[in-house]
């Protein structure tokens, strides 16, 4: 019996994992373990990884845009026991989407790879533990990824909070303009004061965890919007923006906490960063604490 496992079932369990919804870190592990199994599973992993995208790193990020930065770089070609890979090839014929981060690096990279597709790939901007307070994803070009879209453009914005990270900040999830609004309706509650340029091309959007406003002005902004998926109501979003930015009751003691202005510019740091704060305690009463006694040192624990 072979101890090497079919090619079918090597892309099965790569396909089968690369789909999952993983975190950066562990999908950025089971990269690099692809890549030392065999030549065949290295094969597989790349075929599946650059037909779905993840920009796990940045050095990741940036190793893709390689072969479109100027001055042209020589094509990327992979060879081992004769079969040759090319990367800037693979992508423009099977690369169908690209899931990346919320930050304007992440937005400019992708650009470098999707200006270079003969279609544009489905987009998922994944927003993790994100201050919504203003509409950042809006003034980024996003909507410069879909030059090529021809009005069957799909954009996906997931909005996740991850209350255990260390980096989860009550304050930039529910730190709004007021306790009535999400955002100023001065500055925002006019077309002229939402001044973002079109999201053209944009068929399909599906938008999840944003607040009902935000996901009016990002709705407003697809003049060719055909299919809409959100977690919110509907006919909030329909109502208009005054409806939309009308801020419900809220809905547990954090956010109570901060309706008030003066709180989201002076939080506490137990509301700020908590989990920076327990961990710290967790490290100062894990660690074993010493008396001197008749000048010698000795551990309270022995």
Known sequence: MSATLPAEIIELIIHETWKLPLTNNDRLAFMKTSL??????LFAFLRESLTDIYFVSRRYSYYLTIPYRL???PPQVLTINTTRFVLPDYLAHHCRSITLGSTADDVKRADFIVRNLPSCPRITMIFRNYAQNLPYWLCINVQGLFAKALKDGHLRLIFTYDTSDVDYSPRDRYGYA???HFYYPM????????????????????????????????????????VLETDVDEKIIRAGFDVANARPPASCPEEVYFFSNYNWHHPTE???????????????????????ISGVENSSSM
Do not use: H
């Open 36 to 41: 030392r199994i065999s030549s065949a599973w």
């Open 71 to 73: 001055p042209r770089q």
């Open 178 to 180: 007021s306790e009535q």
């Open 187 to 226: 500055g925002f509650g006019t077309a002229k004061g939402r001044p973002w340029d079109p999201f053209a091309g944009v068929r399909r959007l599906e938008i999840r965890g944003a607040n009902p406003c935000a996901v009016f002005m990002t709705v407003e902004v697809c003049p060719d919007l055909e």
């Open 270 to 292: 137990e509301m700020q960063w908590p989990n920076r704060r327990r961990n710290a305690s967790a490290e100062k009463s894990a660690s074993p604490s010493y008396v001197l």
